[in-house]
């Protein structure tokens, strides 16, 4: 069994967000997030099948969900985004990087 740290490896081309897959299995996967100052663009919209649980871990960021007000996650906040809820990333930290431990998921079959 080998361990490993969420804050270490991290990537050296953070030009654009990375996103890195740690587990998972069916509808359900983990990954990790390394952002350093990127936003969505005015058209970019995340509309996802399933539904996300994520925590940001170090640094802050400013989401908005589609039709209500943007808000701040600082550091150990985290937010349940159901699936098919449209949202976006207004602002992420780059000083520090905002690393987020993002849990995807669907509905129970």
């Not at 969505?40 to 969900?65: K, T, Y």
């Not at 996650?73 to 987020?100: C, F, M, N």
Request: proline share 6%.
């Amino acid at each position: 069994m080998k361990t490993e740290n969420i804050f270490q490896n991290l990537p050296a081309d953070l030009s654009q967000e990375v996103f890195e897959q740690l587990a998972g299995k069916g509808t359900t996967r983990v990954e990790r997030i390394v952002s350093a100052g990127q936003s969505a663009p005015e058209e970019g919209w995340f509309d996802p099948e399933d539904h996300e649980w994520v925590i940001v871990l170090q640094g802050e960021a400013c989401l908005e969900m589609e039709g209500t007000p943007p808000f701040q996650l600082k550091e150990g906040d985290y937010v349940s985004i159901p699936a098919q809820t449209r949202h976006r990333v207004l602002s992420t930290s780059a000083d520090p990087l905002t690393i987020w431990l993002a849990v995807h998921f669907g509905d129970e079959r």
